[in-house]
């Protein structure tokens, strides 16, 4: 389907006024949005991208639909993934909270430049070479295998571009605000805040790399990519602060988006076979086989994602990770002299209800884990 000219500017415009709104009424004045917040504005934008989808279900047809949330799903599933690496680097580089909404903004912008431009480049590569598919089907198969070794998921904020940026760059390791930039006896200077950006903007450009070719497995449909993915990110932001204690407790999430890449790797490489021009596979012909259609792709993904969520929250393993979770978030604020003190006797009160539930289930604690709950058990209110 050709989408007219105008509709491509129209949307345009669309998305960086939402991004523009998003910096003028949220990110602007630094401050750490309370639950409330976080939650009414991560369904604003999860709507908008709804209503748009059957806007054009309605106007264009099911198929477009049904692919559109299909690619949807699975990039806000990739997106949510993403935050997990987001927050690794904003907790290496100890971003105060207050400011961790313009590093997430602009890790959202950073990453719709870097995936727009896959995007492009993706749409040149399937025009040019139905082979292409080859290459986008084994690269995602690679990345489901990846994501289930351990240690697939972790990520720091000492990357190579970080360590170049402090080697040849004159860095202080203090921040002024959220400036980028700070004076220290007459210097210019970079602070932590632009380092922990060009962290984010690093791992945005890896991530772009699994993103697209998932997308495209779906849809071959540039416009539906470009707005399923803009859409994705949109909200980004709101939904970190959200799910900001729930992340650690989707244990399963690997695997469900695993699961996710390797489906839609094997679809890219029956369509691969179904068009195949290479002339070592077949004789250069097509290969006849069966493919799998956008409305069963949107059932597997949205029944995966269903259990990932399901099986996290509700085996042992996930409510013990929500149990410690919850005993470290007190301990920290009893051990907060800052903390006002009927907040630091609530949460006393509730580390000891954490530990006893712990004792319970006998979930035994990490050294770390353990010397958190001494140190605030010993502290005297």
Known sequence: MNTPAVVWVLTVIFIVGLLLFDFFAHVRKAHAPSLRE????????VGVAVLFGVGGLLLAGPRWGSEYFAGYLTEKALSVDNLFVFMVIMAAFAVPREYQQKVLLFGIVFALIARTGLILLGATLIEAFAWIFYV??????????????????????????????QRFLNTTDEYDGDRLTTRVAGRRMLTPMALVMVAIGGTDILFAFDSVPAIYGLTEDVYIVFTATAFSLLGLRQLFFLIDGLLDRLIYLSYGLAAILAFIGVKLLLHALHENDLPFVNGGRPVP??????????????????????????????????????????????LDPTAAPHKRHESLERVEEVHGDLEASRDELSPEDENLLQQARSTRL
């Open 38 to 45: 976080a939650a009414a504005w991560s369904g604003v934008y």
């Open 136 to 165: 986008f089907g084994a690269v995602l198969i690679l990345t489901a295998v990846n994501l289930l070794r351990p240690g697939g998921h972790e990520a720091s904020g000492d990357n190579v571009v970080v360590r170049l940026a």
């Open 289 to 334: 086989v069966p493919e799998v259609s956008t409305p069963a792709s949107l059932v597997v993904i949205v029944v995966v994602l269903a259990l990932t969520v399901i099986a996290s929250l509700a085996t042992p393993a996930g409510r013990r990770n929500g149990r410690l979770l919850k005993l470290r978030e007190h301990a920290r604020i009893v």
